[in-house]
């Protein structure tokens, strides 16, 4: 398995795998890799003869106050979990290998990065979709997979590779949750156990809202106030509980076209969400 | 010579033409192709085993006072100039293959955009940036040629090359003008005779500002007044005339570094854009 630091060399790779008919998928993460991520491997694997996974902590998707510093990091496990996945590259950039000084270009997406962890982490899917772009063109995949867990990051990566003809497949692919239904997550290193144990209350929230949809219940508001009221019930502070079209992002008074059902909550200082496609 | 109108297409003959280790070279225009655009294409044939020249009208770089209605087009005489200098494609995109109804995806630079075109023409060079990042992923070239008569555009989509990471050799071709000293523009068939007599203050004035450069002098002040004082005494109605750095595009009092002379001005309606690069 490579280990890549550079755009250049990320390139070269690419084109060279490409002019031997290898299709190449990407999983971009940002490390502390869990079975979610190798979940995300297995399904480039299965559509591509090459598998990249970048592993960068991108600064600019962060917030000022946000966890950027303390995020958790341990390239040596990830590399042994993308080895044994069989993945071929790691490509794994500096921020100064991503970001000149005067860096000064930027991919932004104006409708659907409005509502939820839009207006909750302003100036965040600007980054997301400008380092994905970044990604995209260092390892000029064929095939990228991003999980259903950051939905709306999904949506609008999505929308960026339509707009842009980023000649790119995307596949969202499911949630992969622990034994017990916690989303899994990089950010799980920081719960407490106490916190940990309070966080189900999310998965539960969810689940509950899976079994109304699915015996008929289609009132949005009546399945966003169940999930809020078992968060506050386990402690939890909600940053929100909404559902929205799939399609556009916009609220729905009832759930009458393929939509999301949308949870960020705080447990401690440590904020986890977590998501249900409806219909 | 194939004309193609998707971007599906489009990527389908790239990636067909890679694969035979054919190198592609990309000459984007908005059409009504003259000597300058065709100067590009020798360039681009120079570089590449294969040359694709968009036609692309883009309505996004145009502002709602602009002359996106009555831009000059002559589609079978682009296509006949493209044959004869041996190009191989064509890509003419309708705006509709460019644009979806909810299109919601833009590239902007914010350093180089401020000055100059950035300052009179808001949302021009965000229109720009989008859509040649939009005609990269749809061409995937290897090299990319701009003319310099578009000085600011291209220094901004070299900068957007470097930042976004594009696997693209961006080459700025040099002006080419007409037997009497004029820029080649689409845009000057709006002049009238008169008018285009007139305009040839701009060329002049670049002319005497490369002589006193070459002189030794370097005063920013001197040498814009001149060129300013000249356009003004043929009739014209300056826009701006500024030296700035090539690096930055940030004022200068002196040329000290490697500098641009840039010019807009106005011949009755028509505004015309030139530039000569200092250092």
Redesign the interface.
């Known amino acids: 398995m490579k280990i890549i630091r550079t755009?250049e060399e990320m390139?070269r790779t690419s084109?060279a795998w490409?002019?031997e008919?290898r299709r190449v998928g990407m999983v971009p993460t940002m490390g502390y890799l869990h079975a979610g991520h190798i979940s995300l491997v297995r399904i480039v694997k299965r559509e591509a003869e090459a598998c990249v996974v970048s592993i960068f902590v991108n600064p600019t998707q962060f917030g000022p106050a946000e966890d950027l510093a303390r995020y958790p990091r341990d390239f040596e496990r990830d590399c042994r979990l993308c080895r044994e996945a069989g993945v071929d590259a790691v490509f794994a950039p500096e921020p100064a290998e991503m970001y000149?000084p005067?860096?000064?270009?930027?991919?932004?997406?104006?409708?659907?990065t409005g509502p939820l962890c839009g207006e909750r982490r302003p100036g965040h899917f600007r980054g997301v979709?400008?380092v994905v772009?970044?990604l995209f063109?260092?390892a000029?995949p064929d095939v990228a997979v991003f999980g259903q867990k950051d939905a709306q990051q999904a949506l609008v990566l999505q929308?960026?590779v339509?707009?842009?003809?980023?000649?790119v497949k995307m596949i969202i692919a499911p949630i992969v949750r622990e034994a017990d239904g916690l989303a899994m997550s990089s950010r799980n290193v920081y719960l407490s156990p106490d916190e940990r144990l309070r966080a189900l209350s999310i998965s539960q929230g969810l689940d509950r809202a899976a079994a109304a949809f699915a015996g008929g219940a289609r009132d949005t508001a009546a399945l966003c106030a169940d999930v809020r009221a078992g968060i506050e019930a386990a402690g939890g502070r909600v940053d929100y509980v909404e559902i929205r079209s799939r399609g556009?992002l916009a609220a729905v008074a009832a759930v009458d076209e393929p939509s999301v059902l949308a949870v960020a909550a705080f447990f401690g200082k440590t904020r986890l969400i977590d998501n249900l496609f409806l219909g």
């Open positions: 755009v390139q084109q490409k002019r008919g000149a005067d860096y000064s270009t930027w991919v932004v997406e104006e409708a659907l979709t400008s772009a970044k063109n260092a000029l929308r960026m339509r707009d842009l003809n980023f000649p556009t």
